[in-house]
């Protein structure tokens, strides 16, 4: 799988996300419909990766208040990067629907042993949530290039064809307490560490 990111100036720092090419999330093992609707859209800046989301949602569980808590036992959006395509080292960032954000630096052993480093901190993520209509919410990660650490400098700040191994993830619950695993290159497991299944993420500038 491929997805096109599109390199894009920003006026007075905001970006046109509806001039950028939408992508969908589907169930996480079959690939098949979810349950609620969740589009993404990515672009880059000189010094930085920009995702949003927007989520349909129907109930709202997010009640963890603490960067790097573990907000993945609620309702959440994800985005993994894998900038030298190997496997073996990732970054992981997190929204809640509060807010609260949540990144690490992913050590796999590819052998099903994996490291979370949460000391990691990308310090100048910069996260925004906000309600649109119908119960839909929007999430947007500002995830600078500076932050990633590592591989070379070339490796870290993308220019025209470079290409960087990724997924976007969400976890819901219903009303009824039952989890639901969405994501944009589908794993075959409720296990979103794998990255041998992720797709790929294209810097596009001309």
């Known amino acids: 799988m491929r997805y096109e990111c599109r390199y894009i100036t920003a006026v007075n720092g905001l970006i046109p996300w509806d001039e950028i090419a939408a992508g969908t999330l589907v169930e996480v093992v079959t690939g098949g419909k979810p349950r609620l609707e969740t589009r993404f859209r ?8 920009h995702v949003r989301f927007d ?3 129907d109930h709202v569980v997010a009640t963890m208040e603490q960067r ?3 907000i993945y036992e609620e309702d959440v959006v994800e985005v993994f990067l894998d900038i030298i395509g190997t496997g073996k080292v990732y970054y992981e960032f997190e929204l ?11 050590h796999n052993r590819l052998n099903g042993h994996k490291e979370v480093d949460v000391a990691w901190d990308a310090k ?6 906000s309600d649109g209509v119908d119960g839909w919410k929007h999430y947007e990660l500002r ?7 590592v591989g070379r400098e070339e490796e870290r700040v993308p220019r025209h064809g470079v290409r960087w191994g990724w997924n976007l993830y969400r976890i819901d619950d219903d009303i009824e307490g039952n989890r639901h695993y969405w994501a944009w290159s589908p794993t075959g497991k409720v296990n979103f560490h794998i990255p041998q299944r992720f797709g790929t ?3 596009v500038s001309e």
Request: some cysteine; charged content about 20%; overall charge negative.
């Open 124 to 129: 100048g993520l910069h996260t925004a949530v």
């Open 201 to 203: 993420l294209v810097f």
């Open 55 to 57: 989520c349909e949602d």
């Open 143 to 149: 995830i600078p290039f500076a932050d990633l650490l």
């Open 96 to 106: 809640s629907p509060r807010g609260v954000e949540f990144d690490a630096l992913i």
């Open 68 to 70: 790097d808590d573990p």
């Open 42 to 49: 990515a672009c880059w800046t000189a010094d930085a990766l």
